[in-house]
Nanobody, 115 residues
Framework: VQLQACGGGLVQPGGSLRLSCTSS????????EGWYRQAPGKQRELVAQ???????NYADSVKGRFTISSDIAKNTVYLQMNSLKPEDTAVYYC??????????WGQGTQVTVSS
């Protein structure tokens, strides 16, 4: 499984960004996809997940602001981020887990929220 992430950038507080993560390879084995983030000096943390059945899970800090979704036809998972705050600044990583619990990571994409 290979994951290609894109969509990061610089945005002002209150703004929006959409991250995309396109998977390739043995994608039929994937049952959970999601986004993690890592800010400088902090541990990597889960932001949002979506299962192959469509169930979602969010970190408390992003509930109501971020939305994870998937487009099966495009093999792509999206993270729509609204009402961004400076504390959302981090490198965001897409992640996939297979039915046999193998983990795969995409390259990180930088999100910077600053005026």
């Amino acid at each position: 499984v290979q994951l290609q992430a894109c969509g990061g950038g610089l945005v002002q507080p209150g703004g929006s960004l959409r991250l995309s993560c396109t998977s390739s390879g043995n994608i039929l084995s994937i049952n959970v996809e999601g986004w993690y983030r890592q800010a400088p000096g902090k541990q990597r943390e889960l932001v949002a997940q979506i299962t192959s059945g469509g169930s979602t899970n969010y970190a408390d800090s992003v509930k109501g602001r971020f939305t994870i979704s998937s487009d099966i036809a495009k093999n792509t998972v999206y993270l729509q981020m609204n009402s961004l705050k400076p504390e959302d600044t981090a490198v965001y990583y897409c992640h996939a887990r297979t039915v046999v619990y193998h983990s795969y990571w995409g390259q990180g994409t930088q999100v910077t929220v600053s005026s």
